[in-house]
């Protein structure tokens, strides 16, 4: 049963950066397609981006490209994701989450599997 | 980016009533579209894969049709559990902005 634990809650400033990390557990972190997903208080989900199974390579939403990165240390089972030059509107919980492919009518077809605590960051001066 | 937009934004439904939700992609996505449920304060929960395949341990009150670019969700006879949040989602990317079911 794959667990996903993430890190507590960070208050930044605007401009500056914020690494959330998402512990895995149950589950080798170099055999799981990881992905990230925020949402702003009262809003709806929004997906960063992840490992693209299909691609082998890691792809992230346009509007994310060139501020977020995202990396593993499969020695420590932790997948971490950082968002630079932050602002106001980047307050949110951000979410790690695995990505399940099924084999269906001789396609793959992807989904969000099992879900992290999610993280809680507060961008304000 | 494939854009994502669900329609309506919020509903009010009674229990029993039967509830159908719409997705709409700004290209052809085949069935590469999922459904999920979010409660407040919960993660999100897998209802419908490919489109129209049903995940394991939901209810068959819910189901999925559409291909290419519209995509629906219905809740044939709606339930006190079901009242939350809607979303599509492209694949594993791009999600819907969101349908909230609530109480008549």
């Known amino acids: 049963q794959v667990q996903l634990i993430q890190s507590g809650a960070e208050v930044k400033k605007p401009g500056a950066s914020v690494k959330v990390s998402c512990k895995v557990s149950g589950y080798p972190l170099s055999e799981l397609s990881m992905h990230w997903v925020r949402q702003a208080p009262g809003k709806g989900l929004e997906w960063m981006g992840g490992?693209?199974?299909?691609?082998?390579?890691?792809i992230s939403a346009g509007k994310f490209q060139g501020r977020v990165t995202m990396t593993e240390d499969t020695s420590t089972h932790t997948a971490y994701m950082e968002v630079s030059s932050l602002r106001s509107e980047d307050t949110a919980v951000y979410y790690c989450?695995?990505?399940?492919?099924?084999?269906?009518?001789?396609?793959?077809?992807?989904?969000?599997?099992?879900w992290g605590t999610g993280t809680a960051v507060t961008v304000s001066s | 980016d494939i854009q994502m937009t669900q329609s309506p934004s919020s509903l009010s439904a009674s229990v029993g009533d039967r509830v159908t939700i719409t997705c709409r992609a700004s290209q052809s996505i085949s069935s590469y579209l999922n459904w999920y449920q979010q409660r407040p304060g919960k993660a999100p929960r897998l209802l419908i894969y490919a489109a129209s395949t049903l995940q394991s341990g939901v209810p068959s009150r819910f189901s999925g049709s559409g291909s290419g670019t519209d995509f629906t969700l219905t809740i044939s006879s709606l339930q006190p559990e079901d009242f939350a949040t809607y979303y599509c989602?492209?694949?594993?990317?791009?999600f819907g902005g969101g349908t909230k079911v609530e109480i008549k």
């Open positions: 490992f693209a199974p299909e691609h082998g390579e890691a």
């Open positions: 989450v695995t990505v399940r492919g099924e084999n269906y009518r001789a396609r793959y077809y992807y989904y969000m599997d099992v």
């Open positions: 989602q492209q694949s594993y990317s791009t």
